[in-house]
């Protein structure tokens, strides 16, 4: 696999990269307060829009909304606000809302699955978890904190992709390397499902695999530690379990597979099959890793 490069006009330290959910768009925010709007042209070129998107400190994540509500991407900040953003017409994107509630910095974002509605769940540094909903998708400048939780040390979230129902699944990576899944049921609140593992070091990503016909889930982390690893989760799943069992803390730190960088983590992601997980380092790398039948390979990466 070839990989090719392109300048940005980015002033400062690129953050955060991210795809929308077609693949011809790219979102990038930075050190420098702003966020660029990527385009793929038909001479197979990126076009650069910048957005000034009044965050006032470094500009740590960009997510893109799933397309079935429109063209929305959020920012989150160490200026402790998170930032929603519409397109309205082709190139220019207005600030929809603030969400002002953080008391720290808020260091990652992620939309839910579209299925669960427009909800965009954050993560700051004082270990607060919040989930908000946009109950009238036409009207964008109306958020709703719906929902409130600690988990000391949060880092980095990812929800689980696949549709389960009522059941919601966050996956959570901690600052003491420590990896959970918490869980909403209905009209329960949002509960620790499991201890999935432990880094040496802060959990930098974290990102769940697409789950296309397998009666297992996958997770990918990324590490301080210059770690990427890859658990298996058998589905534990069940609508008549309301989950407060005696299971909730069972510690499972076997990981299916573990490659290192020279460096630190910063970014895992999976393709949408869920078979290749790509990962990113201070060494200045990109690696890719594959499932194939007889377990996990790494794939070349030819830098041009």
């Known amino acids: 696999m070839s990989v090719n490069s392109f300048k940005s006009s980015h002033t400062d330290l690129v953050h955060d990269i991210a795809y929308d959910y077609y693949g011809k768009r790219i979102a990038t925010c930075s050190s420098d307060h702003t966020v660029h709007i990527w385009d793929l042209n038909d001479k197979n070129e990126w076009v650069e829009t910048k957005i000034p998107t009044?965050?006032?400190?470094?500009?740590?994540?960009?997510?893109?909304?799933?397309?079935?509500?429109?063209?929305?991407?959020?920012?989150?900040?160490?200026?402790?606000?998170?930032?929603?953003?519409?397109?309205?017409?082709?190139?220019?994107?207005?600030?929809?809302?603030?969400?002002?509630?953080?008391?720290?910095?808020?260091?990652?974002?992620?939309?839910?699955?579209?299925?669960?509605?427009?909800?965009?769940?954050?993560?700051?540094?004082?270990?607060?978890?919040?989930?908000y909903e946009a109950i009238d998708i036409m009207n964008l400048s109306v958020w709703n904190l719906i929902e409130e939780f600690q988990v000391d040390g949060c880092n980095c979230i990812c929800f689980n992709p696949a549709h389960y129902g009522t059941v919601q699944q966050l996956a959570i990576g901690c600052k003491d390397g420590s990896i959970t899944i918490w869980e909403h049921r209905g009209q329960y609140r949002?509960?620790?499902?499991?201890?999935?593992?432990?880094?040496?070091?802060?959990?930098?990503?974290?990102?769940?695999?697409?789950?296309v016909g397998r009666s297992f889930d996958l997770i990918a982390t990324g590490s301080k530690d210059c770690s990427v690893r890859i658990y298996k989760i058998e589905s534990e799943l069940d609508d008549n379990n309301n989950n407060n069992n005696n299971n909730n803390n069972n510690n499972n730190d076997h990981y299916e597979y573990?490659?290192?960088?020279?460096?630190?983590?910063?970014?895992?992601?999976?393709?949408?099959?869920?078979?290749i997980v790509a990962s990113s380092s201070d060494d200045g790398t990109v690696r890719l890793c594959k499932q194939t039948g007889n377990g996990w390979t790494n794939i070349p990466v030819n830098y041009n």
Do not use: M
């Open 54 to 131: 009044g965050h006032t400190q470094i500009i740590y994540r960009v997510v893109w909304a799933h397309p079935t509500f429109g063209q929305i991407i959020a920012t989150c900040s160490f200026d402790y606000k998170v930032s929603i953003w519409e397109e309205t017409s082709p190139g220019v994107w207005e600030n929809k809302a603030p969400l002002v509630d953080s008391r720290d910095s808020v260091v990652d974002i992620q939309f839910a699955p579209k299925q669960y509605g427009l909800k965009l769940a954050t993560c700051a540094n004082d270990g607060s978890i919040r989930i």
């Open 258 to 275: 573990e490659y290192k960088h020279d460096g630190e983590v910063w970014r895992v992601d999976w393709n949408l099959l869920g078979t």
């Open 190 to 211: 949002w509960q620790k499902k499991r201890n999935l593992g432990k880094h040496n070091a802060t959990v930098n990503d974290i990102s769940w695999a697409p789950n």
